[in-house]
T-cell receptor, first 113, second 115 residues
């Protein structure tokens, strides 16, 4: 069975500071990995995805994530936080070719002015 | 193109009443998913369909919950009778097999409050 663990349910950073949201996965087969973002009162939208091509993946809004198989990690980063980045972020995993996604518990990102 | 459309956006009902949530997936998508989001349990997959056929309903909490997909453009999630612990945001999502990249497209959710 696949699972995702997001370290830290809440992360707070200052505007302009580095954003680091941590995600570790468990999968017995090569995974696809995703980060989704959820703004208040909205559905989830895809930020970026890893599907076995380049291990460093760039997404929308300046975010990127690196797939590290040895560490079973897929941490999300952004060099400089913006107030508009305040949202909840979800890491998710699926088996390659499978449609079903398993989500982590989410990390709420707060940006301090 | 229109995204995944869910209705109602908000529903307040009393315990014991029947609740029906509706979803229209993106045209051409052959997978449809129902997720539930709560503070305590996060995002849980309830059930998903492929070509209108239920594939995995192991996440459906109990017999009070049922889901149908009578055609490729419509699905319902029904709760009967509803209970306060069913209060949550219910999301519908869709995806396609052709050119699959793993991305799910989510609706804006139906917020259910059971009093």
């Amino acid at each position: 069975a696949q699972s995702v663990t997001q370290l830290g349910s809440h992360v707070s950073v200052s505007e302009g500071a580095l954003v680091l949201l941590r995600c570790n996965y468990s999968s017995s087969v090569p995974p696809y990995l995703f980060w989704y973002v959820q703004y208040p009162n909205q559905g989830l939208q895809l930020l970026l995805k890893y599907t076995s091509a380049a291990t460093l993946v760039k997404g929308i809004n300046g975010f990127e994530a690196e797939f590290k198989k040895s560490e079973t990690s897929f941490h999300l980063t952004k060099p400089s936080a913006h107030m508009s980045d305040a949202a909840e972020y979800f890491c998710a995993v699926s088996e390659q070719g499978a449609q079903k996604l398993v989500f982590g518990q989410g990390t709420r990102l707060t940006i301090n002015p | 193109d229109a995204g995944v459309i869910q209705s109602p956006r908000h529903e307040v009902t009393e315990m014991g009443q029947e609740v029906t949530l509706r979803c229209k997936p993106i045209s051409g998508h052959d997978y449809l998913f129902w997720y539930r989001q709560t503070m305590m349990r996060g995002l849980e997959l309830l059930i998903y369909f492929n070509n209108n056929v239920p594939i995995d309903d192991s996440g459906m909490p109990e017999d009070r919950f049922s889901a149908k997909m009578p055609n490729a453009s419509f699905s319902t999630l029904k709760i009967q009778p509803s209970e306060p612990r069913d209060s949550a945001v219910y999301f519908c999502a869709s995806s396609r097999t052709s050119g699959y990249t793993g991305e799910l497209f989510f609706g804006e959710g139906s917020r259910l409050t059971v009093l």
